[in-house]
Nanobody, 125 residues
């Protein structure tokens, strides 16, 4: 089973920055529909940023102008640069992929609706 592995979370003061990374395990051929979600205590998981069809990007209103989603196609890695962090950004951040295709000894394997284990981001002074 494909695993998405996030890294880069931590504790940061208000106004600070963090960069999250997400990479899929295995010999990834392609991944599509990559995005970042977050879930704060007592709240529903929400979409923060994603790559939409055609290469466009989506951002939640609450993070527009502060967060940037990007990707390294060669490394099959997706990033979330978070600037001007606020205490309300505190949450567990999850990487998501609509589809991940990996190369195996038996051919291509397709995995759908893949999630990472989450990385904690805490914004506090």
């Amino acid at each position: 089973q494909v695993q998405l592995v996030e890294s880069g979370g931590g504790l940061v003061q208000p106004g600070g920055s963090l960069r999250l990374s997400c990479a899929a395990s295995g010999s990834v051929v392609v991944n599509t529909g990559m995005g970042w979600y977050r879930q704060a205590p007592g709240k529903q998981r929400e979409l923060v940023a994603s790559f939409a069809s055609g290469g466009s990007t989506y951002y939640a209103d609450s993070v527009k102008g502060r967060f940037t989603i990007s990707r390294d196609n060669a490394e099959k890695t997706v990033y979330l640069q978070m600037n001007s962090l606020k205490p309300e950004d505190t949450a567990v951040y999850y990487c998501h992929a609509d589809t991940v295709v990996i190369a195996t000894m038996n051919g291509l394997k397709y995995e759908y609706d893949c999630w990472g284990q989450g990385t904690q981001v805490t914004v506090s002074s």
